[in-house]
């Protein structure tokens, strides 16, 4: 005979361990965020706290990454999106640190494939990554190509990006766009022609954006889309962060109520004006 447990057990993804399952229960399926975006932080004061060099919390935030990325594959979120290098982090970091990265990103690429396809992850890109060494871009196009056919979660990796750089990037591909097909007389622009000339054109906006380290910013990121998203900041730093700190934000995700700039919903879908006007 099939008990309660075990029909609540069976609803568990398959893969969660037992603090994860424990935060799952407590999830709506049906409300899981589309998109969740994430800001990485933290990861210089982790080796800090430790005495260790800079690179130490790059390097251990690979586990990190690990670990959200197939939490976020086992509880079928369609889109993961992480800040993995900004423009800024290229430009206004030592060389040796940028360079002690994109080993990093390689190598991440190089090992990772295998599980990606197990998770049936697809993987993309966001950013200028015409400005990366040519050997990174190449894994990078290897990695992509390697996961084209999977059918799952969308993992995108924002790397060398900027969203100011997005939007003149956007602006750029509208007018060149507009050159090919008649001038500017035949331009229309609004916010769906916008949101088709950015990076993220194959994705829904973020419904939830984390960051690490209790930073209270969004750094440059993804400054259109996240128009509407709710924002969840945690003071675990990136290399701590694991995918049971991923269902927690989601957890504190289902508690918030959206409106998108509306008024309050009741239960039934009635607007708390409509129930007002009633009462009056
Ligand atoms: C921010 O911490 C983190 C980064 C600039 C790099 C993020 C990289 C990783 C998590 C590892 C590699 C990523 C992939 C996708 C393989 P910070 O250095 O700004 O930390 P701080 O604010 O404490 O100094």
Known sequence: MTTLHDKVASQVPH?????????????????????????????????????????????????????????????????????????????????????????????????????????????????????????????????????????????TLALNYSARSELVDAFRSMLDAAAQNGGLDHLRI???????????????????????SGEMRLSNFLLWQLAYAEIYVTSTLWPDFRGGHLLEGIAEYQKRERRYGGLNHDAHGETSSAIDERKA
């Open 190 to 212: 609004d916010e769906d022609t916008v949101s088709r000339h950015l990076y993220t054109r194959h994705l829904p906006d973020p419904d939830l954006v984390v960051r690490t």
């Open 15 to 155: 893969g969660l361990d037992r603090k994860e399952a424990e935060v799952y229960r407590h999830l709506d399926p049906a409300r899981l965020p589309r998109h969740i975006a994430i800001i990485m932080d933290g990861n210089g004061r982790w080796a800090k706290r430790r005495h260790l060099p800079r690179v130490a919390g790059h390097r251990a935030g690979v586990a990190a990454v690990r670990s959200t990325v197939e939490t976020a594959a086992r509880i079928h979120i369609p889109a993961l999106t992480l800040y993995a290098f900004s423009e800024e982090n290229w430009k206004k970091r030592p060389a040796s640190e940028v360079s002690f990265l994109m080993r990093l990103l390689s190598r991440y690429l190089k090992a990772e494939v295998p599980t990606l396809n197990q998770n049936n992850i697809r993987l993309e890109y966001i950013g200028r990554q015409h400005e990366l060494p040519e050997d990174v871009q190449e894994r990078m196009q290897w990695a992509r190509e390697a996961t084209a056919r999977n059918s799952g979660m969308v993992l």
